[in-house]
């Protein structure tokens, strides 16, 4: 009978702050369901838009371009405060982690107050017509995971600051910054279909 052999593994870390992490792959994996939804979202925008002869409807204006165009940049430079946040994670800096998400916060604050007074601007809800509840939609709930990332922000700050914060909440930073890649760059296809479509596929057939 062979002799068993074992692995003394007692000196590894209980928790890998890394992209091999657990964790790390269970928020890929709902990004993928969240980013399939929204595709879904953009394909039955364009399959409406398929059976409508006007689109937007009559004495529908499209979406305004001014105010959605320039949230386009805090959204984008938030990620940089993401990473930063990402890598202090890695090296348990206190600061860099405080830093990071502190400028991530900042900017998509600035991010939702703006696109909040681009939606006050629109000229029509959900219950305008099919052009409207899709539109909303789109809207209210790329906006819900954004509000989403933002209060889960928030909370890792208040528990980094207080110092009370180990491994597992490293862990939380890091992979707090793969949910704020995914948002930002998800909103970029639904950008050009909530503003640009409407300019460019719209009006009669």
């Known amino acids: 009978m062979s002799e068993r052999r074992t692995l003394d593994v007692s000196g590894l870390p209980p928790y890998e702050i890394s992209n091999q992490a657990p964790l790390f792959w269970g928020q890929v994996l709902m990004c993928l369901i969240e980013g399939t939804l929204l595709c879904m ?21 499209p979406p305004g371009l001014t105010l959605s165009s320039w949230a386009l940049i805090p959204l984008v430079a938030s990620c940089v405060g993401s990473y930063l946040a990402s890598e202090a994670a890695k090296k348990d800096s206190r600061s860099g982690m405080l830093l990071g998400m502190g400028l991530n916060l900042s900017l998509a604050v600035i991010f939702l107050v703006l696109r909040a007074l681009d939606w006050n601007s629109l000229n029509f809800t959900w219950a305008s017509d099919a052009h409207g509840s899709i539109v909303w939609t789109i809207l209210f709930l790329h906006s819900y995971d954004i509000v989403a990332d933002i209060l889960m922000t928030a909370v890792l700050i208040v528990i980094v600051a207080s110092g009370r914060y180990g491994p597992r909440q490293r862990i939380g930073v890091h992979v707090d910054s793969v949910l704020w890649y995914f948002l930002v760059g998800i909103w970029i296809p639904l950008y050009g279909v909530v503003y640009w479509a409407p300019r460019l596929i719209g009006a009669s057939r």
């Open 41 to 61: 979202l953009i394909a039955t925008y364009f399959y409406l838009r398929l059976g409508i002869d006007v689109w937007p409807g009559p004495g529908v204006h």
